[in-house]
């Protein structure tokens, strides 16, 4: 009776699930600033210029990636502008629309897991001085917590889709 009691206490251990990567680079470098200043200078972005997060950040959550200028506008500012003409094309596709899936952009980090425990995707990453993945994971509840952490368990980032304050885009 006393062990049934202990396994039914305890919290089941988070459950590994797969990824999807889309599209990824080994070479890609995030570009200078005086590079980064074609961007900075439109009209559209000189108020978050050099201050946007998705500038200042590795990792970028899109909760629903069923938006074209959402991916647009956080590729600018972010520097991915910059890689290869074609690269995100075959990332956007009907399958991936609406709420089903949870799309996320590491960036000079490879994603090596990704584990769900309750709502909480936690994603393993290692640090690495180039690239950057497009990574597609299947949401499997309705409102997500998604952390960065590196593969001896530190946290980078968090991105909670319940919390405004919490939440990036």
Not at 42 to 68: L, M, Q
Not at 101 to 115: A, D, G, Q, T
Not at 142 to 166: C, H, I, M, N
Request: hydrophobic share 35%; glycine share 6%; with cysteine.
């Amino acid at each position: 009776m006393l062990v049934c009691t202990l396994l039914v206490a305890m919290p089941l251990m988070a459950e590994r699930i797969p990824f999807e990567v889309c599209t990824e680079s080994t070479t890609w470098t995030r570009p200078t600033p005086e590079v980064q200043a074609k961007i900075w200078n439109d009209g559209r972005y000189k108020d978050e210029a050099g201050t946007a997060y998705a500038w200042t950040h590795n990792f970028i959550v899109i909760g629903e990636p069923e938006s074209a200028s959402i991916p647009y506008h956080l590729m600018n500012e972010s520097g991915l502008w910059t890689a290869a003409p074609g690269t995100f094309s075959k990332c956007y596709s009907p399958r991936r629309e609406g709420r089903e899936w949870i799309e996320v952009w590491s960036l000079l980090h490879r994603v090596k897991e990704v584990r769900l425990d309750n709502n909480t995707y936690t994603i393993t990453v290692e640090p690495r001085g180039k690239g950057f993945q497009f990574v597609y994971i299947r949401r499997l509840n309705p409102s997500a917590v998604v952390r960065f952490v590196t593969p001896d368990g530190k946290e980078l980032e968090k991105w909670d889709e319940s919390d405004p304050a919490g939440r990036r885009h």
